[in-house]
């Protein structure tokens, strides 16, 4: 696991080819959208107890904690940060 906008190498010359994309393509590492939130309107600034909802197709609530929370009856499943 890396830290999002992390550079993980060149892409492929197969990928270049297929895509059109130059040989000098960077591949970084990235992130979902509502993670991407929560880092946003925290601007990084986080520590535990830190909550964000993120509105969209789906309403995500991101809540920063030291431990996993997970309960599939919820939907409710843990991210790794940093």
Do not use: M, N
């Not at 892409?11 to 591949?27: D, P």
């Amino acid at each position: 696991v890396v830290r999002p906008g992390e550079p993980l190498g060149a892409v492929s010359r197969a990928a270049a080819a297929r895509w059109g994309l130059s040989a000098q393509c960077i591949v970084c590492a990235g992130t979902t959208d509502s993670i991407a939130a929560f880092l946003a309107a925290t601007g990084g600034a986080c520590s535990a107890g830190t909550a964000v909802t993120s509105l969209g197709s789906t309403i995500a609530i991101k809540l920063l904690s030291q431990s996993r929370a997970d309960d599939a009856a919820f939907g409710l499943y843990s991210h790794r940060l940093g």
